[in-house]
């Protein structure tokens, strides 16, 4: 009994103590709460006037953009944390908290309002506005045109392909700014890249702005333009241009050549050097998995010498250009005569690789590695198992024929090559057998230079580089060449003194380079030595954007931070490496500068549904380029091919086929306007001028792959699309050293001269006539054919494969005709005829 006592004290005391702690809390409860009431209470009025700014932000007259994002959550961010999450449980009347939920779900989920508002406001624009936009251009702008004109986003990248209206879009958004009154005209900079595309987007601009008043203030520069016009302003002294155009520059570069040949003993022989074993990539036949990719790749190289020899491979056009170099008289593939036991029919004659007639010796070029493997392209036939077999079966006959006849054999190796002594190995060969070798004088070696097919090539690479250089900011002591990179060493040593002296001839007159213009005017701003006010950066073509121009637009944006930069492009076009374009600027957009609304505008009224599938599949073969899905807004009509492949075999045969082309044309559509594409100016036909008299009701113009940029045509004929340095791709534009200037490069195999291709088929709104030499055709003529071709492969080097005529009968040819010369009699193949001509029908 007295523990039961007990117990019950304790448990009294127990709940008294538990009494005063729950009082104690609830009172504690009770002020805390009263605490917090008071606190939201002197706040009341912050969020009070926080909803009002939001709703103001979202009321439809206006985008709500990233920087309007962060200044209500850089305003409201103390009266968020102020805000305890239990208010609700508070007491609070139902006003205060209804007004609490509204500021905790706008501040909280501020990114996704944004999102739905800017979704729903360019809905509600486009019906405020449809009229406006309706009257713009004589049809009305599409969904997409309009979507791309009314987001406004602290960056806007819109991608409009080729045809779709990337100009009209930027001048209808001219036009929304100024009707909105969102900017006014001296707010705006509006860029272009040409003076012809300048002035028409002047045009253009002012025709759509032709009932604003203040339209009239509108300007619209190129870079280069609005470049010098800063640095006139920033300049007491007058200002020259050192050179009216790209020709000029060129010449400069080719006279201060010569001049360094002539004077400089080191600069000659490092010139000599560079253009006899440098002057095309280092790239052989061993880097291939297969022999279709090395002729693939083959294609775009003539793989001719010094004096004028056409080669097979690039060793083989460094040794040839070695004994031109050093007076060696030297035969190419020059017949060995053999004895009828010793012919066999199914290998052909035997040719070696060179002959030296003055000590009849004759020369093999074997591409073994050290330890006498092939390269993995090399084929095999029967009885012999591997490649390896094969070659090195065709090795010892060569010998025993060699030591059967008891004629002079020299021999090479491609691992020679690899390991840089493929000449020093040579010289000490011929110099066994007593070959005179004698170099050849500075007047000689000029003369060679000077006839080469490749010189004029080398000084247009030398411009190309130095404009490339001078935009990215570097200067050729800034470069160096990747380990093992013997090739851009070499070049180096030459662009160094031309780059001093090109320098030293701008600071003598003195006068500014279109790249310095860009240069110095970032500086100007960088520095306040310029000063303007604007509101809105808009950019067309903007895929041609240089790492320089890009510094240009951060100079103008630190100055302006409130800025907003409206970019219009299509990466696909992306066609001006050689001025310092940078397709990562593009491609990069978002992470060059910052938060970006991304538009598309992709239904193209230029060309039909078969020219568009043509070339989207064409150019999208490069994944760095972004995928796009165009469609086109006009169908080919039934049974109509829209690419037809023209051959020839010579010049002659050209201008005739030429004229054959434009009869043709003249048959479907007697006053049609006609594009002459060439790659380069000189692909212009002599003949041009009596065309345009002989067609004079059709409208025949000739321009280059770059110059036909943005202009539209009824038929297109591409000329002259053969392999080559020069040819069309020219392996000059896609040359691997240019990528040490740029900030990402595109190592996709010709991925620029693919975009400059993809731009000149997809200029007609009819028709492409894609004339080339049968002999030499450009490796994207065997791609395009190849895509509509027939299943069957080559037996030679597993490469695509199309129906010819023979005298006698029809067969498979390998498209790689004539580097090779595999054949499949047409009855040995599985397919029939109407199949094959059924895969080529979209492309002729």
Not at 36 to 50: M, N, P, T
Not at 90 to 100: F, I, R, S, W
Not at 400 to 426: C, D, M, P, R, V
Not at 643 to 649: C, L, P, T
């Amino acid at each position: 009994m007295p523990n039961s006592k007990i117990v019950i004290k304790v448990i009294r005391f127990i709940l008294l103590i538990a009494s005063v702690i729950g009082i104690y809390w609830l009172i504690k409860e009770w002020l805390l709460r009263r605490a917090f009431k008071k606190k939201l209470s002197a706040i009341i009025d912050q969020v009070r006037d926080a909803n009002a700014s939001f709703t103001t932000i979202t009321n439809f007259e206006q985008y709500f953009c990233y920087a309007d994002e962060l200044r209500f959550l850089e305003i409201n961010t103390l009266t968020r944390k102020a805000i305890v999450n239990n208010y609700a449980a508070l007491g609070l009347d139902d006003e205060t908290v209804k007004l609490l939920q509204q500021f905790c779900d706008n501040f909280d989920n501020c990114a996704v309002r944004r999102k739905d508002y800017n979704d729903e406001f360019v809905r509600h624009e486009q019906v405020k506005f449809g009229d406006f936009f309706a009257r713009l251009e004589a049809y009305p702008l599409s969904s997409d045109q309009t979507e791309a004109i009314i987001r406004d986003e602290d960056n806007n990248l819109v991608l409009a392909g080729a045809g779709t209206g990337k100009t009209t879009t930027i001048s209808g958004k001219v036009a929304y700014l100024l009707e909105k009154g969102l900017a006014r005209p001296e707010e705006l900079l509006i860029i272009s890249f040409t003076n012809n595309a300048a002035k028409e987007m002047q045009e253009r601009t002012a025709r759509f702005c032709r009932h604003i008043d203040a339209a009239k203030d509108l300007e619209v520069r190129t870079f280069n333009s609005y470049g010098f016009l800063v640095c006139r302003s920033c300049s007491n002294q007058e200002i020259r241009v050192a050179f009216d155009d790209a020709e000029q520059a060129k010449q400069f570069l080719q006279e201060k050549f010569n001049e360094l040949f002539t004077e400089d003993a080191s600069f000659k022989r490092k010139a000599v050097n560079y253009l006899a074993f440098f002057n095309r990539p280092l790239k052989e036949e061993s880097d291939f998995e297969n022999r279709n990719d090395y002729l693939n790749y083959e294609q775009g190289f003539k793989n001719t010498t010094l004096d004028g020899k056409k080669v097979k491979s690039h060793q083989e056009l460094q040794i040839a250009n070695f004994f031109c170099l050093f007076n060696i008289n030297y035969e190419y593939e020059r017949h060995y005569p053999l004895e009828i036991e010793d012919r066999n029919p199914a290998f052909g004659i035997y040719q070696p690789d060179f002959y030296l007639p003055d000590y009849q010796i004759w020369h093999e070029h074997y591409g073994i590695s050290k330890n006498g493997d092939v390269p993995k392209s090399f084929t095999t036939r029967p009885p012999y198992a591997t490649a390896r077999e094969y070659y090195h079966a065709g090795m010892a006959w060569k010998d025993s024929i060699h030591e059967k006849y008891n004629t002079q054999l020299i021999k090479s190796f491609a691992h020679e090559a690899a390991e840089g002594k493929l000449i020093s190995n040579l010289k000490h060969k011929l110099a066994e057998k007593g070959v005179d070798m004698r170099e050849r004088s500075g007047d000689e070696l000029m003369s060679l230079i000077k006839q080469s097919p490749d010189y004029e090539d080398f000084i247009n690479f030398i411009y190309v580089f130095l404009t490339l250089m001078k935009s990215c900011g570097k200067s050729p002591d800034e470069l160096s060449p990747n380990r093992g990179d013997k090739r851009f060493r070499v070049f180096l040593d030459l662009i160094r003194p031309l780059y001093h002296a090109y320098e030293h001839h701008l600071n003598n007159i003195p006068a500014v380079d279109f790249n310095d213009m860009i240069i110095h005017a970032t500086q100007h701003f960088k520095n306040g030595a310029f000063k303007k006010s604007y509101k809105y950066i808009l950019i067309d073509e903007f895929q041609d954007m240089s790492l320089g121009r890009y510094e240009l637009l951060k100079a103008i944006r630190s100055q302006n931070p409130g800025i907003k930069i409206y970019a219009v492009g299509d990466d696909w076009q992306s066609i001006f490496r050689f001025t310092g374009s940078d397709l990562s600027i593009i491609t990069q957009f978002k992470q060059h500068f910052g938060v970006t609304s991304q538009s598309a505008v992709l239904q193209t009224y230029r060309f039909n549904d078969q020219i568009l599938k043509v070339s989207s599949e064409f150019i999208q073969k490069n994944s760095n380029q972004i995928a796009k899905q165009l469609t086109a807004f006009h169908s080919a009509p039934l049974g109509h091919s829209s690419f037809e492949f023209v051959k020839y075999h010579n010049g002659a045969k050209r201008k005739q086929v030429l004229v054959d082309t434009l009869e043709a044309i003249r048959s479907e559509q007697s006053n049609a306007t006609v594009f002459l594409i060439g790659r380069y100016k000189s692909n212009a036909p002599k003949e041009l001028h009596t065309l345009i008299q002989q067609f004079a009701g059709l409208d025949i113009k000739f321009y280059t792959a770059h110059g036909v940029k943005g202009m539209t045509c009824d038929y297109a004929v591409l000329l002259d699309l053969n392999s080559g340095i020069l040819g069309f791709p020219s392996e000059m534009a896609d040359d691997p050293m240019l990528n040490y200037l740029l900030q990402e490069g595109d190592n996709f195999e010709n991925a620029e001269e693919r975009r400059v291709f993809y731009v000149a088929i997809t200029r007609a709104r009819y028709k492409n006539f894609l004339m080339y030499n049968e002999n030499q055709a450009s490796k994207f003529i065997i791609e395009l054919q190849a895509s509509g071709s027939s299943n069957v492969r080559c037996p030679d080097c597993s490469g695509p494969m199309t129906k010819r005529s023979g005298p006698h009968s029809e067969f498979y040819g390998c498209l790689h005709y004539p580097k090779c010369k595999g054949k499949i009699p047409l009855n040995k193949v599985g397919i029939s005829v109407n199949d094959v001509q059924i895969n080529r029908s979209l492309v002729g």
